[in-house]
């Protein structure tokens, strides 16, 4: 699906290396896997939200629940990284975290957040926006009864987000975990570690389409109920 006319796909040649300085300008795809007309779309943003989550899956996209979650700090300084969605109902979007993150913070001070879920296989993004509140916990220690046990060490033992002095300071942190918990047979949620749950105000939905003309479906939440608007590529 390249649109490049010289044969080589992106940035790699024919032998096989690859020059990305040089082939970067030449690197396009062109969309025309799909459309997304009004009639398409489910009654409720998470309705269609978990249609495409569910083809994602049934097409065996890596990942496919992974989301980019972008926050900001006190000063506006934005930050993004990829999480998990865990969770998706009418009220909203969750994730799972440690509490003392970097994002965590930025949660806590600025109460809003985006996620984008980029489908590209699909030609397809999603992208969702609004305030946020902490996952409540019975619904977090419920998720973290599914997790692994070494993840649940793991949670236990990482200060997410604070700078280490070596690879070895993790490791150590971890053994002193798994003696910690060595004779408990249900590890406990720890008190720096839950979920959060995006509330959108706005779902927009990314269908790309030929010539960059792609379709963009955005719910809305008015004071009168959800809206549908169409908006320009
Ligand atoms: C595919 C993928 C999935 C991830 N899922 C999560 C997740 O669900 N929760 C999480 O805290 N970090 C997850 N991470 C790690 C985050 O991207 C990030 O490095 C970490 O949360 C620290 O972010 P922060 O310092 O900005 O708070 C994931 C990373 C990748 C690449």
């Known amino acids: 699906m390249t649109e490049s006319g010289d044969g080589a796909v992106g940035g790699v040649d024919d032998a096989g290396s690859v020059d990305v300085a040089v082939r970067l300008p030449a690197m396009r795809v062109a969309y025309n896997a799909g459309s997304l007309d009004e009639a398409d779309l489910a009654p409720t943003w998470h309705e269609q939200l978990q249609a495409w989550l569910d083809e994602a899956i049934a097409q065996s996209l890596p990942e496919p ?4 979650l972008a926050t900001a700090d006190a000063h506006g300084f934005p930050s993004s990284r990829t999480v998990l969605c865990k969770g998706l109902d009418e009220r909203g979007i969750v994730f799972y975290t440690n ?79 798994e003696r910690r918990f060595r004779d408990v047979e249900k590890i406990p949620v720890p008190p720096h570690w839950g979920g959060w749950r995006i509330r959108p105000d706005v779902v927009e939905f990314w269908q790309g389409r030929q010539d960059r003309m792609h379709d963009r479906l955005r719910f809305v939440c008015t004071d009168d109920g959800w809206t549908v608007r169409r908006v320009a590529p």
Do not use: C
């Open 65 to 68: 629940n992974a989301m980019v």
């Open 99 to 177: 509490y003392t993150s970097a994002k965590s913070h930025d949660l806590t001070v600025t109460r809003y957040a985006s996620a984008t879920f980029p489908w590209y296989p699909l030609q397809r993004q999603v992208h969702v926006r609004g305030e946020v509140e902490k996952v409540d916990v019975a619904e977090t220690a419920a998720y973290w009864a599914s997790r692994p046990r070494g993840s649940q060490l793991g949670a236990w033992a990482s200060p997410q987000s604070k700078f280490v002095d070596g690879r070895r300071d993790l490791d150590t942190a971890l053994s002193a975990i």
